[in-house]
């Protein structure tokens, strides 16, 4: 019983499940999302998930995605899960780290991750590729040297019981 055990989890499986188990704590009806930055050395940073921002009532604003008053839909007031995560640092600098995130950065995020000094983005789900603002993101990270890879899935099933 000299050698150490084979089954333990990638870093990439730990840092993309860390991000989605941060998307369970959204109360997005449609979309949860969960971000978690890393340095370089493998240290996890920050966390995040998309929400409303503080003081304003999960229970009082809405979470709807159509309306004719954009005032009476979510968007106009949700912090994305990457802004969050970024937001969430306390530390100082995030030169050079990798962002796990479970969803693909829109462009407001991207330009906030550009200018954080991130410098890999790991995504899993693309479900918006092909919009003006994942199309706008893209553009912006090749043109600023952000590195942006898919998650690669394994067959591994992650359950934590608590
Ligand atoms: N990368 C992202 N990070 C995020 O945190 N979000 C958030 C904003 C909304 O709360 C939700 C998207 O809502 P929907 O349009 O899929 O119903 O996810 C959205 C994106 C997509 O660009
Ligand atoms: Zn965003």
């Given amino acids: 019983m000299n050698d150490k055990r ?15 188990l941060a998307g369970m704590r959204s109360k997005d009806p449609n979309s949860q ?15 995040g998930y998309n929400g409303f921002p503080m003081g304003c009532s999960d229970d009082e604003f809405p ?7 954009p005032l009476k839909t979510k968007y106009v ?9 970024i937001l969430n640092y306390r530390g100082g600098s995030l030169e050079g780290a990798k962002l796990y995130v479970s969803l693909f ?3 407001e995020c991207a330009k906030a991750i550009i200018q954080a000094g991130i410098k ?18 893209k553009m912006m990270f090749q043109a600023a040297g952000v590195q942006f890879k898919k998650y690669t899935p394994t067959d591994r099933k992650i359950e934590i019981t608590v």
């Fill in 105 to 107: 950065p829109c462009n």
């Fill in 6 to 20: 084979k089954d333990y989890i990638t870093w990439d499986e730990y840092f993309m499940a860390v991000a989605k």
């Fill in 33 to 47: 999302v969960g971000a978690c930055i890393v340095s370089a050395d493998n240290k996890i940073l920050s966390m």
């Fill in 63 to 69: 979470w709807g995605r159509d309306d004719e008053d």
């Fill in 120 to 137: 890999t983005v790991i995504y899993d789900s693309d479900k918006y590729d092909g919009t003006p603002a994942v199309m706008a993101s």
């Fill in 77 to 85: 007031y949700v912090t994305h899960s990457e802004l969050n995560a």
